[in-house]
């Protein structure tokens, strides 16, 4: 068994300070630095913490910086699966996830973009190329950008929350598949391709289409990682 992340740890301490009522709902956390500092480590495993709580809805970021609890924080299944699974794990089921989700929103992208979204999705996209071109880059910004675009475009705020709800989680599966195709040169057309399969169809106003050319973005995506065999 593999040694248990300190980020992993320390997450599960913070869920048991919320829960035991140190910081209640609504409250804010300590910063960054000062967790660093109450937990005697750097400031990294402390981001990534609160990267899973938030990706598990415990937490929630707001304009203006910080982390606050959730004002609804009940004893969430979800949110102690986030935190005592590991990476691979996770990531296993947020493909689950997006597979339900995604292809759902790009059909509903199709039908309801406005000519204002479906421009915020080219200008994604032409972000993405240039990212792609640049053999030091792994396009992670550029590529969330166009996903969180095209589910604005669906006009569904359950849908648009629920994406923003794992953004933590899709950057860190971002990470990983855009990570394995840095010097690919093929391998990075084709991500970008897909990308451009998607936008063309949503464009056209060709739900079923863009449906299966989301799904086969997220099957090819799937495919980068290791972890299920």
Request: net charge negative; proline share 3%; with cysteine.
């Amino acid at each position: 068994m593999s040694k248990e992340k300190l980020s992993q740890i320390i997450s599960r301490e913070l869920l048991k300070l919320i829960e035991a009522g140190k910081y209640p709902p609504g409250s804010k956390l300590p910063t960054e630095m000062e967790l660093a500092a109450q937990f005697g480590v750097s400031r990294i495993p402390i981001r990534e913490a609160l990267s899973v709580l938030r990706a598990a809805g415990v937490i929630n970021s707001r304009q203006g910086g910080g982390s606050f609890v959730e004002e609804r924080n009940g004893s969430s299944i979800f949110s102690n699966i986030q935190i005592e699974n590991d990476d691979a794990e996770l990531i296993r089921h947020l493909f689950e996830m997006r597979k339900i989700l995604e292809p759902e929103a790009a059909y509903l992208a199709a039908l309801r973009r406005t000519p204002e979204q479906l421009e915020r999705m080219r200008e994604a996209l032409q972000w993405l190329e240039a990212e792609l071109a640049d053999d030091s880059k792994i396009g992670m910004e550029a590529d969330m950008e166009f996903h969180r675009s095209m589910f604005l475009a669906t006009h569904n705020p359950v849908m648009i929350q629920a994406m923003e709800n794992l953004s933590s989680l899709y950057e860190r599966a971002l990470q990983i598949t855009l990570q394995s195709n840095l010097g690919l040169k093929q391998k990075r057309k084709a991500v970008y391709q897909e990308h451009l399969n998607i936008l063309s169809a949503i464009e056209m106003e060709e739900p079923e289409l863009a449906k299966i050319q989301c799904a086969i973005h997220l099957k090819n995506a799937e495919k980068k990682l290791d972890l299920f065999s």
